[in-house]
């Protein structure tokens, strides 16, 4: 069974950065396309970014492109995402979920993290 933990959460101000990471077990981590996705109070869960299994491929929402940036470090089982330029209204619960291999810019993933709050002041 897939485990995943975030962490690096925070509040920061409008302008800064965090840096979110998600700890993967229990499946071989190379095998697996790693998403993020955030959730704002009163709206759906959207996809944020999406990196593939090898780090092939790599999708970002609009919203964030040129802001964001994933990556993964297989050697450590883990995924990162680089949030620079922070908005108010990137406020959310953001989870790291993993599939196989290839990445998709929806939910349909199999394993989920529990969720790690950022709040953004303006």
């Known amino acids: 069974q897939v485990q995943l933990v975030e962490s690096g959460g925070g509040l920061v101000q409008a302008g800064g950065s965090l840096r979110l990471s998600c700890a993967f077990s229990?499946?071989?981590?190379?095998?697996?396309?790693m998403g993020w996705f955030r959730q704002a109070p009163g709206k759906e869960r959207e996809f944020v970014a999406g990196?593939?299994?090898?780090?092939?491929?790599?999708d970002y929402a609009d919203s964030v492109k040129g802001r964001f940036t994933i990556s993964r470090d297989n050697a450590k089982n883990t995924v990162y995402l680089q949030m620079n330029s922070l908005k108010p209204e990137d406020t959310a619960v953001y989870y790291c979920?993993?599939?196989?291999?290839?990445?998709?810019?929806?939910?349909?993933?199999?394993?989920w993290g529990q969720g790690s709050q950022v709040t953004v002041s303006s």
């Open positions: 979920a993993a599939r196989r291999f290839i990445v998709v810019a929806t939910i349909d993933y199999d394993y």
């Open positions: 229990g499946r071989t981590f190379s095998t697996y396309a």
């Open positions: 990196i593939s299994w090898n780090g092939g491929r790599i």
